[in-house]
Structure formats: structure tokens, C-alpha cells
């Protein structure tokens, strides 16, 4: 695929993806929910059946900042696309994110921490261009909500950063990430997230994405996978043995908890068994509004409702 990427569909980032059937029975997933289940089924339960509020942290509202920053770079002529242009835009978008959520004036104890997170998120932009030049592309969508039904009746949803489509018509499925980039045994956790954008678009379009793509603007790799239909086929199949596990523990309202590494930024220790905590209740399923399923909103409740920090987003953890 060329670099110079020619628009399909402007630069506003719209959805694309057609939903074929009900697409709105209760029954979905999206990359992360379905990362956190893999991780540590009581996790997913504290997220999407009890929906437990996370406070931000510095590292999501990190995240958040560059991912705006970018988004906002994308508004402008593309003559301005520039490290000064983004460098520009970091203190607005954040006011704009304080404006919009308060507490996130509240993450740091004085203004020499703010500004030091300030200039890592100001590096990690910096960084964005030293992996490729933003006037030799013309992202197609940016931000793109896709989701696809599939046979079985589970709903894929989530959001593509940015999706490139190149003059012959070959996709580029583009995810910023803020960390940095894993371990080789860890690249296909990592590739798990952009194999499920690929399978929605593949369902909902019929062409399997050339190239998938992950920034980290952490260290200032990149990831890059050529998929073809039998990834697609097999990250299927692992996603509805996954949902199969899902209702399985559901059902038996069985969330175990699974202690690993990533449970040092786990915002939910003081209910886990593992950690001397006690989860609540189950909610009852008329609380969940489904009489034998809950309603999974699989976004979390991990900020308040409609905030951009509840966006179905990798926080690289
Ligand atoms: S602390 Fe660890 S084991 Fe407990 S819920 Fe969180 S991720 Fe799971």
C-alpha cells in the first residue's frame, strides 16, 4: 500500500459499517471488554455487569489528550499538518477535556506534575511524527464506530483510530497506542484488537483490510500485520468460544478472578477475593432490564456516561 492514501469518504469519521439484523438484542463485545475477560473474568463482571466506576488515571486521560490531538490535527488542511500544529492543539484539548470532565483537574497535586504529564503526552505527539508523514496521508475515517452481527447473533463493536483507504481500495486499519510496544510472545494480545476491527469490516464490507497497524507512541515502534480470510476466520472462532464463556459464567454467575500482572492497575482490588475483598451482589436480572440476559454495555462504566474517556479505547495496560 502507498502512503499517499486517497479519502473515500472525507475526513470526518463516520460509521460505515452496515448492521445487518437486530443489532441491538444486548449481545455484544467489543476488543477491550472482550481483552478484559481473557484477563480476568471477575474483571469484565465489575465492568459490565456491575458497571463499577474507575476514576481516570493518568495514563487514560493521557491516552485521550493524544488521541485528541490527533483527531483535531486530522480537522485542518493537510498543509498543517505539522509537530507544531499538534503542539499547539495539546492545551486547548486538554481544557477542553477538563471543561467537559472536572475531575480530570484533579489528577495531579500541583502544576509541576500536571506539567510534567503534559510533556510526555507532548512527547508521545512528537513522536507521531517521527513514524510517518501525516500530509502524505488522507485518512478516510478517523475515530470510525464499526460494528458487524455475526451468524451466531453477537454484535462486534468498537472504534478504528484511523482507517486509510488507498486508491486501489486497500484498507489500513491505524491504532495509536501510548504505551510502548509489547514483547514478541505478547504482539498477538496486541493483534487481537486490530484482527477484530479487521473481521467487522471484512463482515460488513467483504474485503479483508491489506494492513493492520499499531503506532506506539511510547518508544515510537510500529506493528504491522497483513491478515488474510484464514486469521479472520480463526479470530472469529476464538471470539464466539469467548462469548460462549461469557454466557457459560453468566449463567452459572461464576466470575472468577484471575490475578495476574495487571492486576497492580486494577481499580477494583478492594472487592476481589484475591486481594481480601468481597464482590457486591450480583444485580438481579430485572435490574439489568433483559429477563435472561444482561444488557452488556460493553463500553464500561469505568467514567461517566459519554465521556471520551469511556471510549471503547487499548490504555496499553
Ligand atoms: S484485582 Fe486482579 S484478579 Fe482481582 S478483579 Fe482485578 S484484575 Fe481480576
Given amino acids: 500500500m502507498e502512503d499517499k492514501q486517497a479519502g473515500t469518504a472525507g475526513r470526518t469519521a463516520t460509521a460505515v459499517a452496515a448492521v445487518p439484523g437486530d443489532a441491538r438484542n444486548g449481545r455484544s463485545l467489543s476488543p ?15 465492568r ?20 485528541a490531538v490527533l483527531e483535531r490535527l ?34 495531579f497535586a500541583d502544576e509541576a506534575e500536571r506539567g510534567a504529564w503534559l510533556a510526555q503526552a ?24 464499526v460494528e458487524a452481527m455475526l451468524a451466531s447473533g453477537l454484535r462486534l463493536r468498537g472504534y ?19 504505551g510502548t510496544a509489547p514483547r514478541a510472545d505478547f504482539e498477538a494480545r496486541a493483534l487481537f484488537q486490530m484482527r477484530f476491527y479487521a473481521l467487522v469490516l471484512w463482515r460488513t464490507q467483504g ?42 459464567a453468566m449463567e452459572a454467575g461464576d466470575w472468577r478472578p484471575r490475578p495476574g500482572k495487571l492486576c497492580d492497575w486494577c481499580a477494583h482490588q478492594s472487592l476481589c477475593p484475591s486481594f481480601g475483598g468481597t464482590p457486591p451482589p450480583l ?15 460493553d463500553e464500561g462504566a469505568a467514567v461517566p456516561a459519554g465521556s471520551e474517556l469511556g471510549r471503547d479505547r487499548d490504555y496499553d495496560l
Fill in 160 to 178: 478504528i483510530d484511523r482507517l486509510d483507504v488507498a486508491p486501489t481500495g486497500e484498507i489500513r486499519i491505524v491504532d495509536y497506542k501510548t
Fill in 283 to 297: 444485580p438481579s436480572p430485572a435490574d439489568l432490564g433483559e429477563p435472561d440476559m444482561p444488557a452488556l454495555a
Fill in 32 to 46: 477491550s471488554r472482550a481483552a478484559d475477560f481473557l484477563t480476568c473474568p471477575l474483571l469484565y463482571r465489575f
Fill in 74 to 107: 486530522f480537522d485542518r488542511p493537510a498543509a498543517s499538518w505539522s509537530p507544531e500544529a499538534a503542539e499547539a492543539l495539546i492545551a486547548p484539548e486538554w481544557d477542553r477535556l477538563v471543561a467537559a470532565e472536572p475531575e480530570l483537574a484533579g489528577l
Fill in 207 to 248: 474485503t479483508v483490510p491489506r494492513l493492520l497497524q499499531l503506532m506506539y507512541l511510547g518508544n515510537g515502534e510500529i506493528v504491522r500485520y497483513a491478515p488474510d480470510e484464514g486469521d479472520l476466520i480463526a479470530t472469529e472462532r476464538k471470539i464466539e468460544a469467548l462469548w460462549r464463556a461469557i454466557e457459560r
Fill in 48 to 67: 459490565v455487569i456491575d458497571r463499577l466506576p474507575e476514576a481516570p488515571s493518568p495514563a487514560m486521560a493521557r491516552g485521550t489528550l493524544v488521541h
Fill in 122 to 145: 507532548s512527547a508521545m505527539i512528537g513522536r507521531y511524527f517521527t513514524l510517518e508523514d501525516p500530509t502524505r496521508l488522507e485518512p478516510a475515517h478517523r475515530e470510525l464506530h
